[in-house]
T-cell receptor, first 113, second 110 residues
Framework: AAGVIQSPRHLIKEKRETATLKCYPI?????VYWYQQGPGQDPQFLIS???????DKGSIPDRFSAQQFSDYHSELNMSSLELGDSALYFC????????????FGPGTRLTVL | ELKVEQNPLFLSMQEGKNYTIYCNYS?????LYWYRQDPGKSLESLFV?????AVKQEGRLMASLDTKARLSTLHITAAVHDLSATYFC??????????FGTGTRLKVLA
């Protein structure tokens, strides 16, 4: 079965640079979520989109922005990167039709040097 | 805002033993999820608990939900080494927003 796809899987950036993470949800899933997980920490909810509209917002820094496109894929844009942004970034998708159970992608490991 | 706490944070147990991980949450959550995560890997959905008194079992793992006590448990029966991982519970907060617990790092010793 198709799963959530994230790209790139690994990303290395310098401080103050920008990064764009992409997420392709499971087909027919209409909701996308972004999470940030630091080393040894629990996943922190950043933001979610339902039917291409922003739904809920969590601890997402102002330097980050995200959107969901007409084909339901989502991008997380991160600017003025800081060392503390180094983390695993997970995207998950869900659908009300399937009980809103979240299915997680493999993650993007971002390292800021 | 919903807060989710798990205990214990670390659990080292012998193979063949039973143990329970507890997940307490601060405000009403109409559903509760359990996930497993191996080091450096993604989160794997284990259980979705949608109502008070819900109990689900898969292999050596059994999860339950008591919405009145705001408590969910993940019970491990006769642990085996393959169950070594970090286990997270997550509560529903907002329309499309989930808050994760602190995680329980389980190590099963042979």
């Amino acid at each position: 079965a198709a799963g959530v796809i994230q790209s790139p899987r690994h990303l290395i950036k310098e401080k103050r640079e920008t990064a764009t993470l992409k997420c392709y949800p499971i087909p027919r899933h209409d909701t996308v979520y972004w999470y940030q997980q630091g080393p040894g920490q629990d996943p922190q909810f950043l933001i979610s989109f339902y039917e291409k509209m922003q739904s809920d917002k969590g601890s997402i820094p102002d330097r980050f922005s995200a959107q969901q496109f007409s084909d339901y894929h989502s991008e997380l844009n991160m600017s003025s990167l800081e060392l503390g942004d180094s983390a695993l970034y997970f995207c998950a998708s869900s659908s009300e039709v399937f009980g809103n159970e979240q299915f997680f992608g493999p993650g993007t490991r971002l390292t800021v040097l | 805002e919903l807060k989710v706490e798990q205990n214990p944070l670390f659990l080292s147990m012998q193979e063949g033993k039973n143990y329970t991980i507890y997940c307490n949450y601060s405000t009403t959550s109409d559903r509760l999820y359990w996930y497993r995560q191996d080091p450096g890997k993604s989160l794997e959905s284990l259980f979705v608990l949608l109502s008070n008194g819900a109990v689900k079992q898969e292999g050596r793992l059994m999860a339950s939900l008591d919405t009145k006590a705001r408590l969910s448990t993940l019970h491990i029966t006769a642990a085996v080494h393959d169950l070594s991982a970090t286990y997270f519970c997550a509560g529903h907060s907002g329309t499309y927003k989930y808050i994760f617990g602190t995680g329980t790092r389980l190590k099963v010793l042979a």
